[in-house]
């Protein structure tokens, strides 16, 4: 419950200024007695996109850091960190404009890049082999609830006596009570939390089953970065993480200028599909794992069979939005609904497949594949500032909704084509010390009920 709402915290600090950058340039949108900047739509895709700027940075090492230090206090800086900068945004705003808020959304991307890796050696201490897909789907669940919370309740927020602001102080403060909470009842390990009856110790630790500390696992770098099936989950992450979040922080300026929605049902209508994103999470989880366990599809038939949902499904309703006309809300609303709710198949897509490809390396590849997917992140609110110079123009959006569509096709058309759900060669470990016939049986034992648990229990990720 703790990394589930640890993740609400840390993606309603993300969202925040999608809709609060709303009100800040304009008065009108919201209460007219704050402070609004001359922000341009290139400014404010600028803005937008920085907090991926420091995201990407740390994602890779961050893994090898909460191995080393713990997961704990990683998360304990990561979300306490990005809840003060968040409570200090106005300040800064006010005092040193864009730039300010720039550099300060840099610094919660650094801080924010620790969670995702910090959340799966959590999960990997602390979750038992027979529960692990259901801790791992309500943790990662609460980054949609997050989304769905700050987008419906911001818009509230910039409206009321508080003015914009509150969105920064409130989220901030959630944060920072998170931390406190965390700091009291959180533990890297069963091993380390005094409160754990020793049933329950026992139950989670004999899970993981003997530990072979005599092997040696070594990164196979070059292996990784030029396998087929892993350049190819590569691209699957980057062109979804490319529509995802275009959609995610222009969505709030959609519905305002082409939609022509007020701040309060533009922060609700932005909100309804991560809502339909959540639930179906829920839905295609149990469908893909019934399909695979009675065998009507094989892992890789299934792996792509979703993802193709996920991704062509959406690319579907991008294109129809593009034909929407100025004034046709209902069915524009419906089609964003549909484009990021479908969404959530890639769950059971591309962002498993690091564990059906290599479980031993599976973290290591996370942080690769994350790390370039989030410049994606960076690239497309700045691809969308330059391709719109007014905001109230729909031709002008249409453009922005065929570049989406035509990089969802991409990535899946190259998933479908190279992606595979085997484990690679490079998988295994190397082992320094020589084993015995009867040691190596052991091993082989042992890796195969590994492979088996792996296989059957599969986490969510971002």
């Known amino acids: 419950m703790l990394l589930f709402f640890g993740l609400t915290v840390a993606y309603a600090l993300r969202v925040n200024l999608s809709v609060a950058i709303v009100a800040m340039v304009d008065r009108h949108a919201a209460n007219k007695d704050f402070e609004e900047f001359d922000w341009n739509e290139e400014t404010k895709s600028i803005i937008l996109s920085s907090f991926f700027w420091g995201y990407v940075v740390t994602q890779i ?6 191995q080393r230090f713990g997961p704990k206090i990683l998360l304990l800086f990561s979300i306490g960190i990005c809840s003060m900068l968040a409570v200090l945004t106005p300040f800064c705003a006010h005092v040193g404009d864009a730039k300010a808020v720039i550099g300060l959304r840099i ?20 979750a038992p082999a027979s529960e692990r897909g259901r801790l791992g789907t309500l943790s990662y669940a609460g980054a949609q609830f997050g989304t769905v919370i700050m987008l419906a309740v911001s818009g509230f927020l910039a409206s009321s006596s508080m003015g914009w602001p509150s969105i ?30 020793p049933e329950e110790r026992e139950f989670i630790e004999s899970s993981f089953g003997p530990q072979d500390h005599s092997r040696r696992i070594v990164t196979p770098w070059v292996a990784i970065l030029t396998s087929a099936p892993m350049i190819a989950l590569t691209i699957a992450h980057s062109c979804h993480n490319w529509g995802f979040w275009t959609l995610l922080t222009e969505m709030p300026t959609y519905m305002k200028e082409v939609l022509e929605k007020d701040i309060k049902k533009n922060a609700l209508l932005s909100s309804l599909p991560y809502l ?13 794992d019934f399909l695979i366990n009675r065998q009507y599809l094989s892992r890789v038939v299934s792996r792509k069979l979703f993802n193709t949902i996920g991704l062509w499904i959406p690319m579907v309703a991008l294109l129809g939005l593009a034909f929407v006309p100025k004034g046709g809300s209902d069915l524009a609303i419906v089609l964003l609904t549909l484009a990021v709710g479908i969404n959530s198949a890639t769950y059971l897509g591309f962002q498993v497949n690091h564990i059906d490809l290599a479980p031993n390396h599976a973290g290591t590849m996370m942080g690769i594949t994350n790390c370039a997917a989030n410049v994606m992140s960076i690239i497309a609110p700045l691809i969308v500032g330059q391709v719109i110079s007014d905001a109230t123009d729909p031709v002008q959006w249409r453009r922005v909704f065929y570049i989406a569509a035509g990089v969802y096709f991409f990535g899946n058309l190259t998933f479908i084509i190279f992606g595979k759900a085997d484990i690679q060669p490079w998988n295994e470990p190397e082992s320094p010390i020589p084993r015995t016939t ?20 599969e986490n969510h990720s971002d």
């Not at 090492?61 to 909460?66: F, R, T, V």
């Not at 009867?438 to 229990?457: D, K, L, V």
């Open 61 to 66: 090492p961050a893994g090898q850091l909460a």
């Open 107 to 126: 610094v919660q991307g650094l801080s924010q890049g620790f969670i995702f890796p910090s959340t799966h050696t959590m999960l990997s201490r602390w």
């Open 168 to 197: 920064f102080y409130i989220s901030g403060a959630v944060g920072i009570l998170w931390s406190v909470a965390w700091f009291f009842y959180g533990s890297n390990s069963p091993a380390e939390y005094r409160g754990i009856a």
């Open 276 to 288: 339909v994103m959540w639930i179906l999470s829920f839905v295609f989880s149990p469908l893909s």
């Open 438 to 457: 009867s040691n190596a049986n052991e091993t082989q034992t042992a890796r195969n009920a590994t492979n088996t648990a792996t296989g059957n229990n």
